[in-house]
């Protein structure tokens, strides 16, 4: 099993399911709101402050996360977005 991370604006959240519902994800969570400070600024946290952030995950199958973690790169890569930050990290299934 794999996670597929995706931190990205808010605004930008309803593109990300539409990415995913597209590609046949098998479902994802949304936390939407995230706060802190980085390479692209301090976001604040506040829904309404431009620069948002929301994260939202998908876990999968090895192969499943793979492609979608590739195609979502590419999709946000085609659209010029900087902001976007994708990762793919192993999971340890947990009963």
């Given at each position: 099993m794999k996670l597929v991370l995706v931190f990205a604006d808010a605004a930008q959240l309803d593109v990300i399911r539409?990415?995913?519902?597209?590609?046949?994800?098998?479902?994802?969570?949304v936390l939407p709101v995230i706060e802190g400070e980085?390479?692209?600024?301090?976001?604040s946290g506040d829904r309404i402050h431009p620069g948002a952030l929301?994260?939202?995950f998908v876990v999968a199958e090895d192969d499943e996360a793979t492609v979608l973690?590739?195609?979502l790169t590419r999709r946000r890569d085609a659209a010029g977005d900087t902001i976007t930050r994708l990762f793919?990290?192993?999971?340890?299934?947990?009963?």
């Open positions: 539409r990415r995913l519902h597209d590609l046949k994800a098998p479902g994802y969570s980085g390479r692209t600024g301090l976001h929301a994260a939202l973690f590739e195609e793919l990290l192993p999971v340890e299934r947990q009963a």
